[in-house]
């Protein structure tokens, strides 16, 4: 067998990265999600401050989106998961449930029932150049 020269292994090589480049693409794209949309965050200048999306989520209900930190946000249902009222947006860091007094902290976890579930979040890709989180919620 004869020795291969150092042009056809790199051709080789090159031909062996496109097809699992090829294969990759193919594979990565999966079902579109159920549920998405972006929202401008850019007036979520510090730690706590939210806002609530004038567009329904995928439940129905406005989306409250709240900033950790710098680029850091959590995207939550406002539909209190005792018996599906709005919750109220944060105050002093709490969520409230008017109808049967359930709280929430600013992640969605339960701090006081009757509500034993946390509020559904949806996923959160924070676009830092145009200051946008795109929520979604995949199938």
């Known amino acids: ?15 062996l990265l496109a097809s699992a480049a090829a294969i990759g693409c193919e594979t990565s794209h999966g079902p579109p999600p159920l549920f998405e949309t972006t929202v401008d965050v850019s007036s979520l200048a510090t730690d706590g401050a939210s806002l609530v999306t004038s567009k329904a989520g995928l439940d129905g209900t406005p989306i409250l989106v709240v900033r950790e930190s710098a680029g850091h946000f959590h995207a ?49 890709e924070y676009h830092r150049w145009t200051k946008r989180l795109t929520l979604r919620v995949d199938a």
């Open 1 to 15: 067998m004869a020795a291969r020269s150092r042009r056809e292994f790199l051709e080789d090589a090159a031909l």
């Open 76 to 124: 939550l249902s406002m539909q209190c998961t005792h018996e599906g009222c709005p919750v109220r947006p944060p105050v002093q860091g709490v969520i409230t449930c008017p109808c049967h007094g359930s709280q929430y902290d600013l992640e969605g976890r339960v701090r006081r029932g009757p509500a034993q579930l946390s509020l559904a979040r949806y996923e959160v």
